[in-house]
């Protein structure tokens, strides 16, 4: 059964720092693409960023390209988003996911998810 549990999220001011951590379990980790996607109040799921498996590969939505990092620990299972120069429109519930593409929005996270507020 794939279990994925994700944490770090809180309150930041704007422009302010987080990095969210998602521990993986059930499945092979280090074969196993993974993205991050989050969900604002009121609004469906939306792909943020994804990672190949060795993490030489990575992807942005235009939204966080060169504020947020991606990348992985294949040793610990553990996926990690470094987000910097936070926006109030980052607010959201962010989850890990298992793979890329449309099915990472196309189908029920896994995991509890971590809550991300950016407010002054």
């Known amino acids: 059964e794939v279990q994925l549990v994700e944490s770090g999220g809180g309150l ?3 422009g302010g720092s987080l990095r969210l951590s998602c ?3 059930g499945f092979t980790f280090s074969r196993s693409a993974m993205s991050w996607v989050r969900q604002a109040p009121g609004k469906g799921l ?3 960023s994804s990672i190949f498996i060795n993490g030489a590969i990575t992807h942005y939505a235009d939204s966080v390209k060169g504020r947020f990092t991606i990348s992985r620990d294949n040793a610990k299972n553990t996926l990690y988003l470094q987000m910097n120069s936070l ?3 980052d ?3 962010y989850y890990c996911a298992k793979g890329m593409g449309i099915i990472v929005t196309s189908t029920p996270p896994v995991g509890q998810g971590t809550q991300v507020t ?3």
């Open 12 to 14: 930041v001011q704007p």
């Open 23 to 25: 521990t993986a379990s």
């Open 46 to 48: 939306e792909w943020v």
């Open 87 to 89: 926006k109030p429109e």
């Open 91 to 93: 607010t959201a519930m």
């Open 118 to 120: 950016v407010s002054s």
